[in-house]
T-cell receptor, first 112, second 112 residues
Framework: NAGVTQTPKFQVLKTGQSMTLQCAQD?????MSWYRQDPGMGLRLIHY???????DQGEVPNGYNVSRSTTEDFPLRLLSAAPSQTSVYFC???????????FGDGTRLSIL | QKEVEQDPGPLSVPEGAIVSLNCTYS??????FMWYRQYSRKGPELLMY????GNKEDGRFTAQVDKSSKYISLFIRDSQPSDSATYLC????????????FGKGTTLSVSS
């Protein structure tokens, strides 16, 4: 039982490049979410999904896209990377949004 | 006013000390209260989860919620070097689809 798996662990991008951060969970959780963690800011919600085919925006969605075609996977896409998107990104999942979430170990992203 | 306020520390204590970590929150509608622990370069992991006012104990950890004063505490007894981490207090509403709201975290260092 791997829990929540995020890939890659580290990535460096140039401004304007696009990329996809992968997130997979093997716990059959319906609720999945993406956060970014910045120094002095705490964790902020980017997008979330309450089940396959259903996604919604969180607190800081601009510049990011998500889709949820399966229960297991919830990729986060950066459309055109900007230095302000340099951060640590965490994916999390739970059975429902009312239950505590299980987090992956993060993707550390630097944009030059 | 931020929804969840948490002293960032750092807090340094000797091994065996009793540690008190505290948060205040602004919205009396919050119903669920959690403490997450985050080790360096890892994702947050759930420590304690409570719904009601009062104390909840789990081994060396005690979570305390005072809804009347909007105050949340985490006590660690007999602290160990392995407790060195950042502790995040988290609140949320009792409503499906609403997000977790994170404090910025308190960094604790326990020296042997």
């Amino acid at each position: 039982n791997a829990g929540v798996t995020q890939t890659p662990k580290f990535q460096v991008l140039k401004t304007g490049q696009s990329m996809t951060l992968q997130c997979a969970q093997d716990m059959n959780h319906e609720y999945m979410s993406w956060y970014r963690q910045d120094p002095g800011m705490g964790l902020r919600l980017i997008h979330y999904s309450v089940g396959a085919g259903i996604t919604d925006q969180g607190e800081v969605p601009n510049g990011y896209n998500v889709s949820r075609s399966t229960t297991e996977d919830f990729p986060l896409r950066l459309l055109s990377a900007a230095p302000s998107q340099t951060s640590v990104y965490f994916c999390a999942s739970s059975y429902t949004s009312l239950q505590p979430q299980h987090f992956g170990d993060g993707t550390r992203l630097s944009i030059l | 006013q931020k929804e969840v306020e948490q002293d960032p520390g750092p807090l340094s204590v000797p091994e065996g000390a009793i540690v008190s970590l505290n948060c205040t929150y602004s919205n009396s509608a919050f119903q669920y209260f959690m403490w997450y622990r985050q080790y360096s370069r890892k994702g947050p992991e759930l420590l304690m989860y409570t719904y009601s006012s009062g104390n909840k104990e789990d081994g060396r950890f005690t979570a305390q919620v005072d809804k009347s004063s909007k105050y949340i505490s985490l006590f660690i007894r007999d602290s160990q070097p392995s407790d060195s981490a950042t502790y995040l207090c988290v609140v949320t509403f009792n409503q499906a689809g609403t997000a977790l709201i994170f404090g910025k975290g308190t960094t604790l260092s326990v020296s042997s």
